[in-house]
Protein backbone atom coordinates (compact mmCIF):
# COMPACT_ATOMS: atom_id res chain seq x y z
CA UNK A 1 0.00 0.00 0.00
CA UNK A 2 1.10 3.50 -0.86
CA UNK A 3 1.59 5.89 2.19
CA UNK A 4 2.56 9.91 1.82
CA UNK A 5 4.10 11.08 4.90
CA UNK A 6 4.31 14.59 5.76
CA UNK A 7 5.62 15.88 9.07
CA UNK A 8 6.73 19.64 10.90
CA UNK A 9 9.25 19.59 13.48
CA UNK A 10 9.30 22.54 15.34
CA UNK A 11 13.00 22.98 15.33
CA UNK A 12 13.79 26.29 17.38
CA UNK A 13 15.69 24.79 19.75
CA UNK A 14 18.47 21.78 19.61
CA UNK A 15 16.30 19.31 20.87
CA UNK A 16 13.47 19.58 17.73
CA UNK A 17 17.16 19.58 15.50
CA UNK A 18 17.50 16.84 16.31
CA UNK A 19 14.29 15.07 16.13
CA UNK A 20 13.57 16.39 12.84
CA UNK A 21 17.46 14.38 11.85
CA UNK A 22 16.13 11.71 13.54
CA UNK A 23 12.49 11.76 11.63
CA UNK A 24 13.84 12.11 8.49
CA UNK A 25 16.41 9.65 8.94
CA UNK A 26 13.59 7.39 9.44
CA UNK A 27 11.76 7.95 6.70
CA UNK A 28 14.75 7.83 3.87
CA UNK A 29 15.62 3.89 5.64
CA UNK A 30 11.74 2.99 4.85
CA UNK A 31 10.18 5.75 1.77
CA UNK A 32 11.28 7.88 -0.80
CA UNK A 33 11.72 11.56 -0.69
CA UNK A 34 9.49 13.22 -2.95
CA UNK A 35 9.98 17.09 -1.32
CA UNK A 36 12.09 18.29 1.88
CA UNK A 37 9.40 16.82 4.47
CA UNK A 38 7.35 14.65 2.08
CA UNK A 39 7.96 11.12 1.50
CA UNK A 40 6.25 8.42 -0.65
CA UNK A 41 6.17 4.34 0.98
CA UNK A 42 5.32 1.47 -0.57
CA UNK A 43 4.83 -1.07 1.94
CA UNK A 44 3.02 -3.80 3.64
CA UNK A 45 0.52 -2.75 6.17
CA UNK A 46 2.79 -4.61 8.90
CA UNK A 47 5.94 -2.28 7.99
CA UNK A 48 3.69 0.84 7.79
CA UNK A 49 2.45 0.30 11.31
CA UNK A 50 6.20 -0.19 12.38
CA UNK A 51 7.13 3.02 11.11
CA UNK A 52 4.68 5.06 12.12
CA UNK A 53 5.05 3.82 15.39
CA UNK A 54 8.68 4.71 15.51
CA UNK A 55 7.86 7.92 13.91
CA UNK A 56 5.29 8.73 16.68
CA UNK A 57 7.99 7.57 19.48
CA UNK A 58 10.16 10.47 17.44
CA UNK A 59 8.06 13.60 17.30
CA UNK A 60 6.88 15.68 20.12
CA UNK A 61 3.08 16.10 19.49
CA UNK A 62 2.72 19.89 21.44
CA UNK A 63 5.38 21.41 19.18
CA UNK A 64 5.22 19.02 16.00
CA UNK A 65 2.97 17.64 13.35
CA UNK A 66 3.03 14.53 11.58
CA UNK A 67 0.62 13.39 8.59
CA UNK A 68 -0.44 9.74 6.71
CA UNK A 69 -2.72 10.06 3.75
CA UNK A 70 -3.26 6.43 2.67
CA UNK A 71 -3.15 5.99 -1.09
CA UNK A 72 -3.74 2.42 -0.71
CA UNK A 73 -2.83 -0.33 -3.76
CA UNK A 74 -4.36 1.77 -6.55
CA UNK A 75 -2.58 4.58 -5.95
CA UNK A 76 -0.91 5.89 -9.37
CA UNK A 77 -4.17 6.67 -10.28
CA UNK A 78 -4.38 9.37 -7.38
CA UNK A 79 -1.18 10.81 -8.38
CA UNK A 80 0.00 13.11 -10.73
CA UNK A 81 3.68 14.90 -10.92
CA UNK A 82 4.18 18.25 -12.42
CA UNK A 83 7.31 19.77 -12.51
CA UNK A 84 11.23 19.07 -12.59
CA UNK A 85 12.18 16.61 -10.60
CA UNK A 86 11.37 13.23 -12.08
CA UNK A 87 9.12 10.78 -10.55
CA UNK A 88 9.98 7.03 -9.88
CA UNK A 89 8.36 3.93 -9.89
CA UNK A 90 8.37 2.62 -6.79
CA UNK A 91 7.80 -1.38 -7.86
CA UNK A 92 10.30 -0.58 -10.99
CA UNK A 93 13.91 -2.00 -11.03
CA UNK A 94 16.80 -1.21 -8.77
CA UNK A 95 20.29 -1.05 -9.12
CA UNK A 96 22.68 -0.91 -6.38
Given at each position: ?55 L ?40
Open positions: MMVLISYDVATSGAAGKTRLRKVAKECQNHAQRVQNSVFEADLDYSSFLKLKDRLKLIDPSEDSLRFYYLGNNWKKRIEHIGVKETYDPEGVIIV
